[in-house]
């Protein structure tokens, strides 16, 4: 589901935590081609019987965060990494990724990444008219834009805090073609291949 849209004019694409300290930098960059680009979210709807409502309930979860490149689908997936971030260090199931500890992530400019955080702390943190402009009804919550250089900055949801993998999914060529944060973990009922009670619906 296409909810918004990010303006990437340098073609360098944060990835970051915008709580953090904005004189680190964002956690990872991803070179893109300069432009507009479409932000989505992956819906999946969840049935269920639950005993406290006493019959059937239907939900539904946003499971991921992308932002689409261009039109050609990923054939393959690498995680994204960081300055300092070695590959040869994971253990078994470990990640690299960006960290929030207020539970919210970023796509953003990289190329305006310090004005852009500070009008994120301007709006969110101190309430200030004119900093940025709210996101309704998508786990995407805020957008601010760099006037002089056109570059935006889009925060959307996390399920908590903690470090989120980032995702580049790569067309056959070799070009990059989406960018995907999993902001929630698939429903068993999906994760184990069962369609009972339980559809997917695509970003």
Do not use: K
């Not at 340098?10 to 904005?22: K, R, T, V, Y």
């Not at 269920?48 to 939900?59: A, H, K, L, N, P």
């Not at 990724?97 to 969110?124: I, M, Q, V």
């Not at 925060?155 to 067309?171: E, H, I, K, L, N």
Request: glycine residues 12%.
């Amino acid at each position: 589901m296409a909810t918004a849209t990010l303006n990437v004019p340098s073609g360098l694409l944060a990835i970051s935590g915008p709580d953090n300290d904005f004189d680190e930098g964002p956690a990872v960059t991803v070179a893109v081609p300069p432009g507009e680009y479409v932000l989505e979210e992956a819906l999946v709807r969840v049935g269920y019987d639950c005993e406290w409502s006493q019959g059937w309930v239907t939900r539904t979860d946003t499971t991921a965060v992308r932002l689409r490149v261009g039109e050609t689908l990923a054939t393959s997936w690498e995680m994204a990494l960081g300055p300092d971030d070695d590959p040869r260090l994971l253990g078994e199931n470990e990640i690299f990724g960006f960290s929030t500890d207020g539970a919210t992530g970023c796509f953003a400019d990289a190329g305006a990444w310090e004005p852009l955080h500070r009008l994120f702390e301007r709006h969110l943190v101190h309430g200030e008219p004119g900093a940025g402009e709210d996101i309704s009804d998508s786990m995407y919550l805020l957008r601010t834009r760099d006037e002089a250089s056109g570059g935006e900055l889009v925060a959307f949801a996390t399920t908590g805090d903690g470090t989120y993998p980032v995702w580049v999914g790569r067309s056959a060529d070799g070009n990059v073609a989406e960018v995907v944060v999993l902001v929630e973990g698939m429903p068993t009922v999906l994760q184990n291949g069962s369609a009972d009670g339980a559809e997917a619906s695509p970003a």
